[in-house]
């Protein structure tokens, strides 16, 4: 322990993010000596701008999108970035997203970069098809280049309107044939650079506008079909069987128990089962009359009760310190006082709207796949790599889904689809159960946080240490690229190939000694588990910012500051310290020391307010929670939420604002309602009684969301940057209004009862 | 043993074979009809996703019979309204963008109809009371709550 372990590698993962996007084109040219063939299909190559976007001879733009929008706008926002740049209606624009055929892979919804990445990548892209046009204009006007304007799609000679040549007669249905130099990387870091300038933002006309998503009409009107809608000719209805207790595997199953449901079919491989059936009803009915023969499981787990004494005693198996300034031994020996605290987050499921669903078609000459996972070209090396086929011949045809929020079930039932697809012949449709999917959809996590500083003499705070120690995000990876790292390739024989991977937030507080890092202990089982890991949408925010933020509101009350007034004090970045002031601002924030001592101790209703702030790429955003806690009951209703946000450049502010209305909603279920709960054998929270997620009862009903006009910085991404900070802001308005500590998620009323009971 | 049932769905009478008449009224209307908008979310009645109106009613079709139905007019989403002529709610909830993936979109516009009908001019109290037994994993649920009052003021 304390030992400085900062090598090169760490440096770099910690920082790639913010390395890779101020990396100068000559950098990129050096490293791009892979094949720029996509591996998905080697038609595409990455290095040619017709890979991008095509312009047909209606003049309809076709954008090319590598990976999904997971109905939080990103069609509508990166179609307005192109049209943009391209010089064309929005209504000419149609993203093609996440075809495995028609795309090159791009990466996930990793991140919220779907703007900040991809879409930019695609500016560029349409930046250089325009220099082209104009360029190929001026040759068949005769007229110097800069004597053209674009509008609409029209070239026009500036002088003489008159006399214009439009896109699609110089290029409609023709390839581009220009190479654009491409970074040498695919999925998320996949990016482009050209010689060609962006537009200044003070030209924008179509970014910063607002226009509305035209797939949400789709969904009004019930004409939006899903994965799970795909009928195909002679498909099969199936459903997985899955063991009542984790790690059991199938000895023997018994035909004869479902001989009476007609066309039913037990398909049984290794440790894989699943029933089918012609009729989606009778596939149910065969899930349920199957009799099986377990093999005997002790897994022994470690219960959601005790799991956080499991973390704290359990074999570190990676420590690794992120970020490391001064000596923190030798601040704390000089601290007059130091002060320490532990918060512990739950585990939680990714517990989507659907279960995992997906249609899979395998024939002797390719596979084709119909699903709604965040990472669609990785789905495609999965099945790929699971039924041992090349990896052009499966094309994953994404379509718009349940909301998956990370790496949720559907990319394992995509999997499982394709091997029984493979197998019977037919085309399959899985369809995994309610019970199914939060009980065996990858998790997020569970951690504890320990956190200490120092304080000196004056009071100033001269050392800071926060350790956050879990389990690893990655016990299976953040996409189902390889067979390992799906359920039914793990059942098939597949070896599993964890990692250990942790992150903690970047924040710019400035401490004399400072030391920020991580401990990841092993998986609780290592094959086919209920409780493996992987990416739930922000992986690093909630767990980490409930610790990290919460013990800065201890730190400021041993200090006798004001909360907003000891974030001002100790972070360094100005656009980290605008959006705390402004917050604050925002929100009417009373200036004092935590807890308020102006209450009526005797009253069954308290009320308080408390901030959180974070930074996650380049998004800062600041968060104040105004709490009433009900001490007789121990309910804790958030009354208000205010948000301050700032991504830089602002695509389409109302489809920002609703995404960051939306998150916080979401992040308050993950602070006060959800645990994933589960017993020594198997995860016990099977339905939504016992895994609660948000009602409406619940829900804060004021959210105001003030955005941070800053059009001259790059966009970076809103998806999932503001939830995170939703448990530390309620647990410290829960401090400003009671005293008492939270240091556990959920904020339940048993627990908060109980908390303020002490 | 097989049974004939005609069933009434959006205006439209179809006649389908069931086998076995506790088949949940959302298998038939997905599997049988093809019928896309009611969706599996639980099948334990518990979330919403899966909601149609049965003679005005909104109802989980996954936990009602089929053999249950009888004469009864079923609607779904589709049936609520359409571009040329939408229901004010469809109007409204796009006005909000409620949304974002959707899935859980019939509870809540079958649940928000429903409310309209009986109720034109609710207040915000009584709106959020009648969503109080529907999940969104997106967080729509106060956009929601707009879009219904926006449709209640234009009524």
Same mark, same amino acid.
């Given at each position: 322990?304390?030992?400085?372990?900062?090598?090169?590698?760490?440096?770099?993962?910690?920082?790639? !993010?913010?390395?890779?996007?101020? !990396?100068?084109?000559?950098?990129?040219?050096?490293?791009?000596?892979?094949?720029?063939?996509?591996?998905?299909?080697?038609?595409?190559? =990455?290095?040619?701008?017709?890979?991008?976007?095509?312009?047909?001879?209606?003049?309809?733009?076709?954008?090319?999108?590598?990976?999904?929008?997971?109905?939080?706008?990103?069609?509508?926002?990166?179609?307005?970035?192109? !049209?943009?740049?391209?010089?064309?209606?929005?209504?000419?624009?149609?993203?093609?997203?996440?075809?495995?055929?028609?795309?090159?892979?791009?990466?996930?919804?990793?991140?919220?970069?779907?703007?900040?990445?991809?879409?930019?990548?695609?500016?560029?892209?349409?930046?250089?098809?325009?220099?082209?046009?104009?360029?190929?204009?001026?040759?068949?006007?005769?007229?110097?280049?800069?004597?053209?304007?674009?509008?609409?799609?029209?070239?026009?000679?500036?002088?003489?309107?008159?006399?214009?040549?439009?896109?699609?007669?110089?290029?409609?249905?023709?390839?581009?044939?220009?190479?654009?130099?491409?970074?040498?990387?695919?999925?998320?870091?996949?990016?482009?650079?050209?010689?060609?300038?962006?537009?200044?933002?003070?030209?924008?006309?179509?970014?910063?506008?607002? *226009?509305?998503?035209?797939?949400?009409?789709?969904?009004?009107?019930?004409?939006?079909?899903?994965?799970?809608?795909?009928?195909?000719?002679?498909?099969?209805?199936?459903?997985?069987?899955?063991?009542?207790?984790?790690?059991?595997?199938?000895?023997?199953?018994?035909?004869?128990?479902?001989?009476?449901?007609?066309?039913?079919?037990?398909?049984?491989?290794?440790?894989?089962?699943?029933?089918?059936?012609? /009729?989606?009803?009778?596939?149910?009915?065969?899930?349920?009359?199957?009799?099986?023969?377990?093999?005997?499981?002790?897994?022994?787990? *470690?219960?959601?009760?005790?799991?956080?004494?499991?973390?704290?005693?359990?074999?570190?198996?990676?420590?690794?310190?992120?970020?490391?300034?001064?000596?923190?031994?030798?601040?704390?020996?000089?601290?007059?006082?130091?002060?320490?605290?532990?918060?512990?987050?739950?585990?939680?499921?990714?517990?989507?709207?659907?279960?995992?669903?997906?249609?899979?078609?395998?024939?002797?000459?390719?596979?084709? @796949?119909?699903?709604?996972?965040? /990472?669609?070209?990785?789905?495609?090396?999965?099945?790929?790599?699971?039924?041992? @086929?090349?990896?052009?011949?499966?094309?994953?045809?994404?379509?718009?889904?349940?909301?998956?929020?990370?790496?949720?079930?559907?990319?394992?039932?995509? !999997?499982?689809?394709?091997?029984?697809?493979?197998?019977?012949?037919?085309?399959?449709?899985?369809?995994?159960?309610?019970?199914?999917?939060?009980?065996?959809?990858?998790?997020?996590?569970?951690?504890?946080?320990?956190?200490?500083?120092?304080?000196?003499? /004056?009071?100033?705070?001269?050392?800071?240490?926060? @350790?956050?120690?879990?389990?690893?995000?990655?016990?299976?990876?953040?996409?189902?690229?390889?067979?390992?790292?799906?359920?039914?390739?793990?059942?098939?024989?597949?070896?599993?190939?964890?990692?250990?991977?942790?992150?903690?937030?970047?924040?710019?507080?400035?401490?004399?000694?400072?030391?920020?890092?991580?401990?990841?202990?092993?998986?609780?089982?290592?094959?086919?588990?209920?409780?493996?890991?992987?990416?739930?949408?922000?992986?690093?925010?909630?767990?980490?910012?409930?610790?990290?933020?919460?013990?800065?509101?201890?730190?400021?009350?041993?200090?006798?500051?004001?909360?907003?007034?000891?974030?001002?004090?100790?972070?360094?970045?100005?656009?980290?310290?605008?959006?705390?002031?402004?917050?604050?601002?925002?929100?009417?924030?009373?200036?004092?020391?935590?807890?308020?001592?102006?209450?009526?101790?005797?009253?069954?209703?308290?009320?308080?307010?408390?901030?959180?702030?974070?930074?996650?790429?380049?998004?800062?955003?600041?968060?104040?929670?105004?709490?009433?806690?009900?001490?007789?009951?121990?309910?804790?209703?958030?009354?208000?939420?205010?948000?301050?946000?700032?991504?830089?450049?602002?695509?389409?502010?109302?489809?920002?604002?609703?995404?960051?209305?939306?998150?916080?909603?979401?992040?308050?279920?993950?602070?006060?309602?959800?645990?994933?709960?589960?017993?020594?054998?198997?995860?016990?929270?099977?339905?939504?009684?016992?895994?609660?997620?948000?009602?409406?009862?619940?829900?804060?009903?004021?959210?105001?969301?003030?955005?941070?006009?800053?059009?001259?910085?790059?966009?970076?991404?809103?998806?999932?940057?503001?939830?995170?900070?939703?448990? =530390?802001?309620?647990?410290?308005?829960?401090?400003?209004?009671?005293?008492?500590?939270?240091?556990?998620?959920?904020?339940?009323?048993?627990?908060?009862?109980?908390?303020?009971?002490? | 043993?097989?049974?004939?049932?005609?069933?009434?769905?959006?205006?439209?009478?179809?006649?389908?074979?069931?086998?076995?008449?506790?088949?949940?009224?959302?298998?038939?209307?997905?599997?049988?009809?093809?019928?896309?908008?009611?969706?599996?979310?639980?099948?334990?009645?518990?979330?919403?996703?899966?909601?149609?109106?049965?003679?005005?009613?909104?109802?989980?079709?996954?936990?009602?019979?089929?053999?249950?139905?009888?004469?009864?007019?079923?609607?779904?989403?589709?049936?609520?309204?359409?571009?040329?002529?939408?229901?004010?709610?469809?109007?409204?909830?796009?006005?909000?963008?409620?949304?974002?993936?959707?899935?859980?979109?019939?509870?809540?516009?079958?649940?928000?109809?429903?409310?309209?009908?009986?109720?034109?001019?609710?207040?915000?109290?009584?709106?959020?009371?009648?969503?109080?037994?529907?999940?969104?994993?997106?967080?729509?649920?106060?956009?929601?709550?707009?879009?219904?009052?926006?449709?209640?003021?234009?009524?």
């Amino acid at each position: 322990m304390g030992t400085l372990d900062l090598s090169r590698r760490t440096f770099l993962s910690a920082t790639g !993010a913010f390395v890779v996007g101020l !990396a100068s084109p000559d950098v990129w040219a050096q490293a791009a000596k892979p094949s720029p063939l996509s591996p998905n299909n080697p038609n595409l190559s =990455a290095d040619q701008l017709d890979a991008y976007l095509s312009i047909d001879k209606n003049g309809k733009v076709d954008v090319f999108y590598g990976a999904i929008d997971g109905g939080q706008g990103l069609e509508t926002a990166i179609a307005q970035m192109v !049209a943009e740049e391209l010089d064309v209606p929005l209504s000419s624009v149609r993203m093609i997203m996440g075809d495995t055929r028609r795309t090159l892979n791009m990466g996930g919804a990793s991140g919220a970069q779907g703007v900040s990445r991809r879409g930019t990548s695609l500016m560029k892209a349409a930046a250089l098809a325009r220099k082209i046009l104009v360029e190929e204009a001026a040759k068949k006007l005769r007229v110097a280049p800069a004597d053209l304007v674009v509008h609409a799609g029209i070239i026009s000679v500036r002088n003489n309107p008159a006399k214009q040549i439009t896109y699609s007669q110089i290029i409609g249905g023709k390839s581009f044939q220009t190479n654009v130099r491409w970074n040498g990387q695919w999925g998320n870091p996949h990016d482009i650079a050209t010689d060609v300038p962006l537009k200044n933002y003070k030209d924008y006309k179509i970014i910063g506008q607002s *226009p509305k998503r035209p797939e949400l009409a789709k969904k009004v009107f019930g004409e939006q079909d899903f994965p799970g809608d795909v009928r195909l000719p002679g498909m099969l209805h199936a459903r997985m069987v899955r063991p009542a207790v984790a790690g059991a595997v199938p000895v023997s199953v018994d035909e004869q128990s479902i001989r009476h449901i007609a066309g039913a079919k037990i398909v049984h491989i290794k440790d894989f089962l699943a029933v089918v059936a012609p /009729k989606e009803w009778d596939a149910v009915r065969a899930l349920r009359a199957l009799k099986v023969t377990w093999s005997q499981s002790e897994p022994n787990f *470690p219960t959601h009760q005790e799991v956080h004494a499991h973390i704290r005693k359990a074999k570190v198996t990676q420590r690794t310190i992120e970020r490391e300034n001064g000596k923190l031994e030798e601040g704390l020996a000089k601290a007059a006082r130091v002060i320490s605290g532990e918060y512990e987050y739950p585990t939680h499921s990714h517990a989507s709207m659907g279960p995992g669903c997906a249609v899979a078609d395998v024939r002797a000459d390719g596979a084709t @796949i119909y699903t709604s996972t965040q /990472k669609p070209h990785y789905a495609a090396d999965g099945i790929a790599d699971l039924l041992n @086929i090349p990896r052009d011949s499966v094309h994953v045809i994404w379509m718009f889904g349940t909301g998956s929020y990370g790496r949720n079930d559907q990319g394992d039932a995509t !999997a499982d689809a394709a091997v029984l697809s493979k197998t019977l012949g037919k085309p399959v449709r899985v369809q995994w159960m309610r019970e199914e999917s939060l009980g065996w959809d990858p998790k997020g996590t569970a951690s504890v946080n320990f956190c200490q500083a120092g304080i000196d003499e /004056k009071g100033d705070v001269i050392a800071y240490e926060l @350790i956050s120690r879990g389990f690893s995000r990655e016990n299976v990876a953040t996409n189902e690229g390889r067979a390992s790292a799906t359920l039914a390739g793990q059942l098939l024989g597949a070896k599993p190939e964890p990692k250990n991977t942790f992150n903690i937030p970047f924040a710019s507080y400035t401490f004399a000694h400072n030391r920020v890092g991580w401990e990841t202990v092993g998986p609780l089982m290592d094959r086919a588990s209920p409780l493996r890991s992987t990416h739930l949408r922000d992986p690093y925010g909630p767990p980490i910012l409930f610790g990290s933020e919460c013990f800065m509101d201890e730190i400021a009350s041993a200090v006798n500051l004001d909360p907003v007034d000891f974030r001002l004090r100790y972070l360094t970045h100005p656009r980290d310290k605008e959006a705390v002031r402004i917050a604050a601002e925002k929100a009417g924030w009373q200036k004092r020391v935590s807890p308020r001592k102006d209450l009526d101790t005797s009253s069954d209703i308290v009320e308080g307010r408390g901030i959180a702030y974070r930074r996650h790429f380049d998004t800062f955003i600041a968060l104040v929670a105004e709490v009433r806690v009900h001490r007789k009951t121990g309910l804790v209703e958030p009354t208000h939420l205010v948000c301050a946000h700032d991504i830089g450049l602002i695509i389409n502010p109302e489809t920002l604002r609703h995404v960051i209305e939306r998150q916080l909603v979401y992040g308050t279920g993950r602070t006060t309602v959800e645990e994933l709960t589960w017993d020594r054998h198997m995860v016990t929270s099977l339905d939504w009684n016992s895994y609660p997620v948000l009602h409406m009862q619940h829900v804060p009903p004021r959210i105001t969301i003030h955005l941070i006009e800053r059009p001259e910085a790059e966009p970076s991404g809103a998806a999932e940057m503001a939830l995170g900070l939703v448990p =530390a802001a309620m647990g410290n308005a829960v401090f400003d209004a009671t005293g008492v500590r939270l240091r556990k998620i959920p904020f339940t009323p048993e627990y908060v009862k109980a908390s303020l009971a002490v | 043993m097989a049974q004939k049932m005609t069933l009434n769905v959006n205006g439209h009478r179809q006649t389908i074979t069931v086998d076995d008449p506790d088949m949940p009224l959302l298998y038939a209307l997905r599997d049988d009809l093809g019928f896309n908008n009611p969706r599996f979310g639980c099948g334990l009645g518990q979330c919403g996703a899966c909601t149609v109106h049965v003679d005005g009613v909104p109802t989980r079709s996954c936990s009602l019979p089929v053999s249950a139905i009888g004469k009864a007019k079923i609607t779904t989403l589709h049936g609520l309204g359409h571009r040329q002529k939408p229901h004010p709610l469809q109007t409204a909830w796009i006005e909000e963008q409620v949304n974002q993936c959707g899935y859980c979109i019939n509870g809540w516009m079958m649940e928000g109809a429903a409310l309209l009908k009986r109720n034109p001019k609710p207040t915000e109290a009584q709106v959020r009371e009648a969503f109080a037994d529907l999940i969104c994993r997106c967080g729509s649920h106060n956009a929601a709550v707009r879009a219904v009052l926006r449709a209640a003021k234009q009524a």
